[in-house]
């Protein structure tokens, strides 16, 4: 499986390392790119990763009202639900995207979170729907 | 000569059969497009011109020249014969028009290597759409310029054959001769004129009247969208575009003169930079550059007419010309 | 006095500059639009096949310009205000209560049209002129489907209107229809419809809210300057290929439809203008129904969507 995680800098990824750190162990599947706000990540970026053959997409950042830049993770949740909806309507596994707030110091949750959401997208399967190579 | 039943249809299972790629028109919801099909009921004939034209048979809209990874991989040109079925007069010229501009002077491999082998069987039309005008370009709707032509005359199928691969084709049907009231009946129908519109080309006129502010009223509602060049039969500009990083592909796909980044030079100077430069530019190209080549590139489809989200006609636009 | 008559007389009445309105289309019964100067009002016409948008010409002209809008150009007009993309003082705006506009295509089968001279609706029928009599239909068999769900038939913000002001409604029944099918329904029809799209881009230059010069989605415009470096330009991130395939398309369409959510006016330009004719105003519809319903937004009020930041949930 192949998950892909935007993690904001200040408090996902700081997570991330937290779990890193305490030797939590989550699947090697979830590749980490690191962001410096949840606000920044751009649906394009999400459905490229998808069409590039991504199994699942995650969007980490911190809980509102904690964003390091004050309302960016708010523009991260407005941006994500469209996208959902829209991904439900027309008929994408909108499953494979999760949104997910995880502060700096909350690095089990963290590693939880990602190992629930691997083995949802194995139960899923592979993404065939927007996959796309020549 | 007649034929008993619908020659089209066993026209495309025959070539199916043959190992031939075939293009047709295909009816999706209310309208027809031209795309290969893979057996013969997926075609319909009910239609007076398809959406899209022929020309994406002989020059599709993506294609890949190279792959490259770790080696260059040249892909090898795809030499399956082609067929295209059911193409209508315009449509037919049009493809000897796409021969001038790829064959002669520098030969395009890909275009060559479709087109040797290519089958065009066209239908003749009945009566024009309300923007129709191949009539002013000298070509006659009723008898085009393809390998077989088939009309519909009272109810009797006619299939002629116009060029040896035409011909080889049609032996291997069951075709009657005509009796004389029959051949009368064709060549009557085969003169009649059509009800059409006109268009007067005027190239003295227009070679004046370069820098007239007439293209800036033209062009008051152009949006430089590329819909009339990608539905045009005969436009054929193109751009190559490297995909992916580390492995990807050299493709070749359509480009269109109205993108506003068309001329786009790497000294960063664009000397098409406003929209009535470009707009100009297209009419110039179908009525005066291409004269070089010895004819007009307009065949008289008025897809760009109908389609055209501002409402922008070719034919009052060049008879209007000041 | 007609609706014409109205619309010219208000139109004499302002100090414009320059007139945007429509004209009568030679050789088809239907309108385009057209810059007029104050002399030259007798040249308008107005029918229900004026459907082409006014807003998108509005930003291409400076200083005063007067407007002829129906109720969706109207709320395009009030978005590109919003978004500082108009300015309302330059604007005289005579605003049309709208009863719908018809279906050109719709019309194109019950009648040819090179024997229609003009249409024009007479209560609940279009009385369509032909060369030699007439032909009259009910007016809900040709309107556009567009027109059926309208919540702004009366314009937002005018300054002259023709007309008596019309409720709409806020219907997003047909959205709910199709929310009822099942996952690989919705999937296969979109995918097929998405396979047609041939990537003209004709959607996105009607669109009066697609003003970027720089569009996300589209590899071959760029925003260069002359000092952008060969490195520059080759390194330029490119987020869609050239390709034409159904998937490409498919993004293609979800990402431009959610740079539309909350600012979309619902004139129906891109369907209209689609070669293909794909269903684009399905995929507009669906995020107006999260916009209305999810975020509680109305598309009248006078703050962009995008800058309102209420967090619904977690």
């Known amino acids: 499986m192949k998950i892909v995680t935007f993690a904001c800098n200040w408090c996902s990824y700081a997570g991330a390392d937290l779990a890193g750190v305490s030797r939590l162990k989550y699947p090697e599947d979830v590749k980490i790119v690191r962001v410096m706000c949840s606000g920044m990540v751009n649906p394009a970026w999400i459905l490229r990763a998808f069409r590039q053959g991504a199994d699942g997409v995650v969007i980490a950042g911190c809980h509102p009202g904690d964003c390091h830049y004050m309302v960016g993770n708010y523009y991260a949740k407005k941006r994500y639900l469209l996208l959902k909806e829209l991904m439900k309507f027309i008929g994408f596994e909108d499953e494979r995207l999760k949104l997910l707030w995880a502060s700096a110091s909350e690095g089990k949750k963290f590693a939880e979170e990602m190992s629930a959401f691997t083995k949802l997208v194995e139960q899923l399967g592979e993404q065939k729907q927007l996959r796309w190579e020549r | 000569m007649i034929y008993e039943g619908d020659f089209l249809r066993d026209a495309i299972s025959n070539l199916l059969a043959a190992g031939y790629r075939v293009f047709a028109p295909v009816k999706v919801g209310d309208f027809h497009i031209f795309r290969e099909i893979s057996s013969a009921n997926e075609a319909d004939f009910n239609y007076i011109l398809p959406r899209n034209s022929a020309k994406v048979a002989l020059f599709p809209q993506n294609e890949v020249l190279i792959e490259y990874g770790e080696w260059i991989e040249k892909i090898p040109i795809d030499k399956k014969k082609i067929a295209v079925v059911g193409i209508r007069a315009c449509d037919a010229k049009a493809i000897k028009l796409l ?22 069987i066209a239908i003749a039309c009945d009566n024009a759409s309300i923007n129709c005008f191949c009539q002013s370009f000298g070509i006659n709707p009723r008898k085009p310029e393809a390998d077989v032509v088939v009309s519909n005359i009272d109810g009797k199928v006619f299939v002629s054959a116009n060029s040896e691969a035409g011909k080889a084709f049609v032996r291997e049907f069951k075709l009657r001769g005509e009796s004389e009231e029959e051949s009368m009946i064709r060549e009557r129908f085969e003169n009649e004129k059509i009800e059409m519109r006109k268009i007067d080309v005027d190239v003295e006129k227009l070679k004046k009247s370069f820098d007239s502010p007439y293209w800036k009223e033209v062009a008051t509602n152009c949006k430089s969208c590329g819909l009339c060049t990608y539905l045009c039969p005969t436009c054929f500009c193109f751009d190559i575009y490297d995909e992916g990083e580390r492995r990807g592909v050299r493709i070749r796909a359509w480009d269109s003169c109205q993108f506003p980044l068309h001329t786009l030079e790497s000294s960063s100077h664009n000397p098409r930079s406003e929209k009535w430069q470009r707009l100009r530019n297209r009419f110039y190209d179908k009525f005066y550059y291409t004269l070089r080549k010895g004819d007009y590139y307009c065949v008289g489809c008025g897809r760009c007419i109908d389609y055209c989200p501002a409402g922008i006609d070719i034919v009052n636009v060049i008879s209007g010309v000041r | 006095m007609n609706e014409l008559e109205k619309i010219k007389e208000a139109l004499r009445s302002s100090s414009a500059e320059k007139i945007v309105a429509f004209v009568r289309k030679e050789n088809e019964p239907r309108e385009v639009l057209a810059i007029l100067s104050p002399n030259e009002i007798d040249r ?13 010409l509005l930003m291409q002209l400076n200083g005063k310009v007067a407007v002829v809008a129906k109720g969706c150009d109207a709320m395009a ?3 590109l205000i919003k978004e500082g993309k108009l300015k309302r003082e330059n604007l005289f705006i005579v605003g049309i209560s709208c009863k719908g506009v018809a279906d050109y295509r719709k019309l194109s089968k019950l009648v040819k049209l090179n024997e229609v001279t003009s249409v024009e609706l007479e209560g609940d029928e279009l009385v369509i002129k032909l060369k030699n009599g007439e032909k009259r239909v009910a007016f809900a068999e040709v309107v556009d489907e567009n027109c059926v769900y309208c919540e702004h038939p009366t314009p937002v913000i005018y300054d002259v209107l023709i007309g008596e002001p019309r409720e709409g409604k806020r219907d997003f029944s047909d959205v709910e229809e199709f929310e009822k ?44 300057s002359p000092m952008s470096t060969a490195e520059d330009k080759a390194s330029y991130p490119r987020l869609l290929g050239k390709t034409v395939n159904a998937k490409d398309n498919a ?59 209420d967090i619904v949930g977690d």
């Open chain 3, 77 to 79: 007009i009030k978005q």
């Open chain 3, 251 to 309: 993004i293609y369409h979800i990402l431009r439809v959610l740079h539309h959510a909350g600012r979309c006016a619902g004139c129906g330009e891109c369907e209209r203008a689609c070669p293909m004719e794909l269903p684009l105003r399905k995929l507009e519809r669906k995020l107006e129904k999260v916009v209305v319903e999810t975020f509680g937004y109305d598309l009248n009020e006078d703050i962009p969507f995008l800058s309102k930041l």
């Open chain 3, 44 to 56: 308008i016409s107005f029918s229900p096949l004026s459907f082409n948008n006014p807003a998108k």
């Open chain 3, 181 to 224: 099918l099942s996952r690989e329904e919705r999937w296969d029809y979109w995918i097929s419809q998405f396979e047609r799209c041939i990537r003209c881009h004709a959607c996105r230059s009607v669109c009066p809210l697609c003003y970027c010069e720089e569009c996300m989605v589209d590899p071959s415009n760029l925003a260069i």
């Open chain 2, 99 to 120: 021969d001038k501009h790829f064959l002669e002077g520098f030969v395009d491999p890909y275009y060559k290597a479709r087109r040797e082998e290519l089958l065009t």
